[in-house]
């Protein structure tokens, strides 16, 4: 009885206790990254069954996470941050825009910390769209007079394309921002707002103390509020963790230690996945630019402003540049055309002649009196000769092309009749000045007055 009594005394030991062996044990690690990212029992039981063939029962991840969850929670570790080492950037609910049409209008706010010394910049706008929130960023960068070495987002789709706490997939935009400026961009682990507490705390304070209960005229006026109410109210408060006026800290510790701004600004640019045609073309904005032939069919990143269109492959690897072209126009770099579909005209006389040189010196003669005589066209009738040597050899294309100059016959016909019929070379004789037959000048002048008189 007092062994009974002893058993049903004992405590009871936690479902997720190592003491106690449960068939969850072994995937331990697994089970509480899942609870880290937020997701319930259920999900967690579902994925261990189909991918690693867990054979427990969602009884029995209930009880382990209930354990895990009440025994083995620690406490969070606060971080404090190196003057200008990071910011926390979030956003949240503005103000409403009444413009007096009617309609009201909520934007989002977008707030940017500096986690040493809290100094914030705050902006509002009516899409969380990229282009929005890199103009936002950078703003605060020209605001604060300097730039972080390191950027904690929160996992909006303007900056992650893929949310992964191991190798998120970023947007390319936002990476070259980061490059530009010289700072580097983090999203925080999924659902762990924890992660960056301070800017979470801040969005709220700007709801509560700057924004509640107000309402402005337009999204400009709602900005030029935000950017008194930081300088006035927020710089000046003593804030509760560092205990220093916040405006003080900013200047002397913190903005020492920001990196420079770089000289230019962001070249803000639109980016776009695109499908190489047939043709070997992309399409931007009405007009056609074209990549190497290799990347025909395949899908590329494009990107270009009012000046530059740059082509990447999927390694974000710049493969073409062109100039922007005005609607309509196409620009083509030659060594993007394949070899093949290269025609004569576009290869130029210079080309072909260069050619002909190999044939003889009679061949190149001719061609180049060709050229000389007949300009433009003239690039057909050399593709024409060379088109010849195929069908006949270099010592009867010499001969009929030192025939056909001499007779200063300059077309291909010529040519062709001429090693048909290996016609001879025509005579050339120099113009002689004294012979026996020819009498000088003197003579016939006399023979003339003679016949004069003669006649009279």
Known sequence: VREAEGIQNRPKVPAGSPTRKSLCE???????????????????????????????????????????????????????????????????????????????????????????????????????????FIRVMENSFHHFGGVVRIVIIDNLKAAVNRADWYDP????????????????????????????????????????????????????????????????????????????????????????????????RFPFFHEAERTVHRDGHVEVDKSYYSVPPEYLGLKVWVRWDGRVVRVFNQRMEQVAIHAKAEPGRFKTHRRHIVEEKISGVERGTAYYLKRIERIGPHAARWSEAVVKKRGVEAVRVLLGLLNLANRHSWIEIERACETAWSHRSFNLRAVRELIKQQAPRQEEFEFMDEHPIIRSLSEYEQLVRDAFKEDQ
């Not at 261990?48 to 969850?69: I, P, Q």
């Not at 709220?204 to 030029?224: C, I, M, Q, W």
């Open 26 to 132: 072994p995937f331990r690690e697994f089970i509480t990254d899942g609870l880290d990212q937020g997701l319930s029992a259920q999900r967690i039981w579902q994925d261990l069954v189909a991918d690693h063939g867990f054979e427990g029962g969602y009884d029995s991840v209930k009880r382990f996470t209930r354990g895990l969850r009440s025994s083995n929670q620690l406490p969070f570790r606060r971080i404090e941050c190196d003057p200008g080492e990071e910011a926390q950037v979030d956003f949240g609910t503005g103000a409403f825009i009444d413009d007096g049409s009617g309609k009201r209008r909520r934007p989002h706010v977008l707030r940017v910390v500096l986690s040493h010394s809290r100094k914030a910049y705050s902006e509002a706008v009516f899409r969380q769209s990229t282009e929005n």
């Open 169 to 264: 997939e970023m947007n390319p935009k936002i990476r070259a921002f980061a490059a530009h400026y010289g700072t580097t961009v983090l999203p925080h682990r999924p659902y762990t707002p924890r992660h960056k507490g301070k800017v979470e705390r801040g969005v709220g304070y700007v709801k509560d103390n700057g924004l509640k209960g107000r309402t402005f005229p337009s999204l400009a006026e709602h900005n030029s509020y935000l950017l008194e109410w930081e300088s006035k109210i927020a710089d000046t408060r003593i804030h509760g963790t560092t205990r220093r006026q916040v405006g003080k800290l900013f200047e002397e510790i913190e903005r020492p230690a920001l990196q420079p701004l770089p000289p230019d």
